[in-house]
C-alpha cells in the first residue's frame, strides 16, 4: 500500500470580500485574507506537486486589491526550504488554471504537467468575466501556462499509485481534485471546489454544506462537494489558513 505525505504551501495571501468567495452572502463587506496554497506530497521516492501557487505581489494586487507574497512565499522557495530540487518535482497535477493555482510552472523543469481538458479548453477561450481570472491574452497578459507542455486528461485517473485525479467541476468548468493515499485514510486536496473547511458545515437543517462564492456552476459545485466528502478521510481545501496549522498531513508524523 502507498502511503504519502502532504505539506501545504503557502505561496502568498489573497484578499477578498469574505460573503463573495469565502461563504455565498454570509460575510458580506468582510474584508480576509486567504492562502494561495500548493500542495508538496511524497512518498519519500515520488515527489509531486498539486497546483503551484500565486505569483509576486505587483500582478497579485492587480488581482484582488492587497494582495501580496512576501519574500520567501514563491512555491519554488519554499520547496527549497524543505530541502527539496524543484527540479526533482516529476508531475505537478493543476486543479484548475485560475491565476493563484498556476504560477511559477517553469521552475519544474523535469516535471509533467496534467490539467483536466474542459479546464484548458475554456482557459483558452473563457467567456469575459473569467479573463481576468485567467490571465487571458484579451487583457493583454501572457498566462503562466502558456508556454507549458500541458497533457490533459478527461476524467477519473489513477496517475500514480495512491493518487487519483477525479473530476470536481463547478468552481470552474474543468475542475479537479486529488485523492492521496496516505497511512491515515484517504485525504482529499480539494483545490477550489472546497474553498474553506466553513463550506462543510451545515447552511441548515437540510443544507449539508455552506455554498461558497465563486463558482461557474452551483449544481456542479454542490454535486463536486458530495463526491470529495465521499471519497475523503480529511478534506484539505483551497483557501483556509487553517491548513497551515500542520507542517504535514497526515498530522502527527514528521517530515
Same mark, same amino acid.
Given at each position: 500500500?502507498?502511503?504519502?505525505?502532504?505539506?501545504?504551501?503557502?505561496?502568498?495571501?489573497?484578499?477578498?470580500?469574505?460573503? +463573495?468567495?469565502?461563504?455565498?452572502?454570509?460575510?458580506? #463587506?468582510?474584508?480576509?485574507?486567504? $492562502? *494561495?496554497?500548493?500542495?508538496?506530497? &511524497?512518498?519519500?521516492?515520488?515527489?509531486?506537486?498539486?497546483?503551484?501557487?500565486?505569483?509576486?505581489?505587483?500582478?497579485?494586487?492587480?488581482?484582488?486589491?492587497?494582495?501580496?507574497?512576501?519574500?520567501?512565499?514563491?512555491?519554488?522557495?519554499?520547496?527549497?526550504?524543505?530541502?527539496?530540487?524543484?527540479?526533482?518535482?516529476?508531475?505537478?497535477?493543476?486543479?484548475?488554471?485560475?491565476?493563484?493555482?498556476?504560477?511559477?510552472?517553469?521552475?519544474?523543469?523535469?516535471?509533467?504537467?496534467?490539467?483536466?481538458?474542459?479546464?484548458?479548453?475554456?482557459?483558452?477561450?473563457?467567456?469575459?468575466?473569467?479573463?481576468?481570472?485567467?490571465?487571458?491574452?484579451?487583457?493583454?497578459?501572457?498566462?503562466?501556462? +502558456?508556454?507549458?507542455?500541458?497533457?490533459?486528461?478527461? #476524467?477519473?485517473?489513477?496517475?500514480? $499509485? *495512491?493518487?487519483?485525479?477525479?473530476? &470536481?467541476?463547478?468552481?470552474?468548468?474543468?475542475?479537479?481534485?486529488?485523492?492521496?493515499?496516505?497511512?491515515?485514510?484517504?485525504?482529499?486536496?480539494?483545490?477550489?471546489?472546497?474553498?474553506?473547511?466553513?463550506?462543510?458545515?451545515?447552511?441548515?437543517?437540510?443544507?449539508?454544506?455552506?455554498?461558497?462564492?465563486?463558482?461557474?456552476?452551483?449544481?456542479?459545485?454542490?454535486?463536486?462537494?458530495?463526491?470529495?466528502?465521499?471519497?475523503?478521510?480529511?478534506?484539505?481545501?483551497?483557501?483556509?489558513?487553517?491548513?497551515?496549522?500542520?507542517?504535514?498531513?497526515?498530522?502527527?508524523?514528521?517530515?
Amino acid at each position: 500500500m502507498h502511503s504519502y505525505r502532504i505539506t501545504p504551501l503557502k505561496t502568498g495571501t489573497i484578499v477578498v470580500d469574505q460573503g +463573495a468567495y469565502v461563504t455565498r452572502g454570509i460575510g458580506l #463587506g468582510i474584508e480576509v485574507g486567504i $492562502p *494561495g496554497t500548493a500542495w508538496y506530497v &511524497t512518498d519519500g521516492r515520488r515527489k509531486i506537486m498539486v497546483d503551484a501557487g500565486m505569483c509576486p505581489t505587483e500582478l497579485a494586487d492587480w488581482h484582488h486589491k492587497g494582495s501580496r507574497q512576501d519574500p520567501g512565499e514563491a512555491v519554488h522557495e519554499q520547496l527549497q526550504a524543505l530541502g527539496v530540487d524543484p527540479s526533482e518535482i516529476e508531475l505537478v497535477i493543476l486543479t484548475h488554471l485560475h491565476w493563484d493555482h498556476c504560477h511559477n510552472l517553469d521552475k519544474f523543469s523535469r516535471a509533467r504537467f496534467l490539467v483536466h481538458s474542459r479546464e484548458l479548453a475554456f482557459a483558452r477561450d473563457p467567456i469575459p468575466p473569467y479573463y481576468k481570472s485567467y490571465e487571458h491574452q484579451r487583457l493583454g497578459c501572457l498566462p503562466p501556462y +502558456a508556454e507549458i507542455p500541458l497533457e490533459t486528461i478527461a #476524467g477519473e485517473a489513477e496517475i500514480l $499509485p *495512491g493518487i487519483t485525479i477525479f473530476p &470536481t467541476p463547478g468552481h470552474s468548468p474543468g475542475h479537479q481534485s486529488v485523492a492521496v493515499a496516505t497511512e491515515a485514510g484517504v485525504h482529499v486536496i480539494a483545490g477550489d471546489a472546497v474553498f474553506s473547511y466553513a463550506n462543510l458545515v451545515p447552511a441548515s437543517e437540510h443544507l449539508p454544506f455552506t455554498v461558497m462564492g465563486r463558482f461557474s456552476d452551483i449544481v456542479e459545485s454542490w454535486r463536486s462537494m458530495e463526491e470529495i466528502v465521499r471519497r475523503g478521510k480529511v478534506i484539505l481545501p483551497g483557501h483556509d489558513m487553517r491548513v497551515m496549522d500542520h507542517p504535514v498531513y497526515p498530522t502527527g508524523i514528521k517530515i
